[in-house]
């Protein structure tokens, strides 16, 4: 599982509600992604961090910000969240030995009523 | 642009049949390919991979090979187990930093 853990693994709040997920890692991998999985769309990259302090938009960004302050943990944050961000988020960190490949954390699942 | 057509689900089989999940994709360059499998309640698990046209990935039982004339990379296991029942993701990656994937196709293994 490459060290990845997420938390919380379940979260219900409200619409207007600002959110934070943590991801978490242990072997110090510098590429780290936020995706989104959603019936019918399989997983999409909302952000990515190429390392402390880098980050960069994915597919479906709007509606969130990340931070990477340290290389084990990257937060993503709904400001301020809608319905819309009901999901299942995953973490994914790339690969030290082959960077085409990519591995997945255990998951968060967000309910925004 | 990029982008990956799996075969809709849900695929319900019993226990020792064929199995083949379609996958097409449409890529800029020359993608990387995958096969990511996702267990109930767990996140995603990198079932196979392929880099280059006409490799195979194999693992498990399960194989599949990249097609690049067809734009194909088709998942197969000739004799599937109960425990196989999941969700099978296809996925490419070009040189970009983020994958593709597919829909998903889940796969209910009967006894």
């Known amino acids: 599982d490459a060290g990845i853990t997420q938390s919380p693994r379940h979260k219900v709040t409200e619409t207007g509600t600002p959110v934070t997920l943590r991801c978490h890692q242990t072997?110090?991998?510098?590429?780290m992604y936020w995706y989104r999985q959603d019936p019918g769309h399989g997983l999409r990259l909302i952000h990515y961090?190429?390392?402390?302090?880098?980050?960069d938009k994915g597919e479906v960004s709007d509606g969130y910000s990340v931070s990477r302050s340290k290389t084990e943990d990257f937060l993503l944050t709904l400001e301020s969240a809608t319905s819309s961000q009901t999901s299942v988020y995953f973490c994914a960190i790339r690969s030290l030995a082959s960077t085409d490949t990519q591995y997945f954390g255990p998951g968060t699942r967000l309910t925004v009523l | 642009g990029n982008s990956v057509t799996q075969m809709e689900g849900p695929v319900t089989l019993s226990e020792e049949a064929f199995l083949t999940i379609n996958c097409t994709y449409t890529?800029?360059?020359?993608?990387?390919l995958f096969w990511y499998v996702q267990y109930p309640g767990e996140g995603l698990q990198l079932l196979l991979k392929a880099t280059k046209a006409d490799d195979k990935g194999s693992n498990k039982g399960f194989e599949a090979t990249y097609r690049k004339e067809t734009t194909s990379f088709h998942l197969e296991k000739g004799s599937v187990q109960v425990s196989d029942s999941a969700v099978y993701f296809c996925?490419?990656?070009?040189?970009?930093?983020?994958?593709?994937f597919g829909t998903g196709t889940r796969l209910t293994v009967i006894p």
């Open positions: 961090s190429y390392g402390v302090k880098d980050t």
């Open positions: 890529a800029t360059g020359y993608p990387s």
């Open positions: 996925a490419l990656k070009t040189g970009a930093n983020n994958l593709f």
């Open positions: 072997e110090n991998h510098r590429y």
